[in-house]
């Protein structure tokens, strides 16, 4: 192990062809023909997505609004932060944000606080997941899409935290934003 840290030149894979092996609606699979960084040929199979948005609404009393929604290639019912995909590639993430909040929950927010970026599984997924915090809710009717069954559920940050850590909520955008949001809550009463 060593202090320095190697230049990036060190790490680099050089893409030599590349195949759409499935062109879907949501998702795109591609397998490209590789250079790895010591000269040696590889492939690599992954997965392009629009790239997605997931928001914390957090209300006065610190409760976050989740919705509860089943998961079919998990086969079960999971509590998730509101969340859904871009709706087209140069969509603004916020304004993504503040759609899905509002379809999902009825909420409007008069504050939005960028979190950062979420990578789901960057070894084969490009997806980015724009996080995001809702503050200042004021509530109204919901609007899911046709094809989402969703009950939205009031729950404390801080017990959703240790829901998180117990291993209960296994959604990962779930946990990296609401750990981000306890971690900014718990940083500005100090």
């Known amino acids: 192990m060593s202090n320095q840290s190697k230049p990036l030149s060190f790490f680099e ?3 030599n062809s590349s195949e759409l092996i499935f062109d879907g609606k949501v998702l795109h699979v591609y397998k490209d023909n590789i250079t790895l960084p010591n000269g040696a040929p590889a ?5 392009k997505h629009i790239g997605a948005v997931c928001v914390v609404a957090l209300t006065d009393d610190n409760d976050v609004i989740c919705v509860r929604q ?11 932060i509101p969340a859904g995909k871009l709706d087209y590639k140069e969509e603004d993430p916020r304004e993504a944000a503040i759609r899905e909040l509002r379809e999902e ?3 409007i927010c008069k504050n939005m606080t960028y979190l950062g970026i ?3 599984s960057p070894a084969i997924l490009d997806e980015k997941i724009h996080m995001f915090l809702a503050e200042g809710l004021e509530f109204g009717q919901t609007d899911p899409d046709d094809d989402e069954f969703i009950e939205t559920v009031k729950i404390p940050l801080d017990t959703l935290v240790d829901m998180i850590m117990r291993g209960e909520v296994p959604d990962g955008k779930t946990q990296a934003a609401v750990m981000r949001v306890a971690h900014l809550i718990d940083k500005r009463s100090k």
């Open 70 to 80: 089943f998961r079919y290639p998990n086969a079960s019912v999971m509590f998730e």
């Open 105 to 107: 929950t009825g909420a």
């Open 13 to 15: 894979e050089k893409q």
């Open 43 to 47: 492939f690599r199979e992954y997965i």
């Open 118 to 120: 979420y990578l789901s």
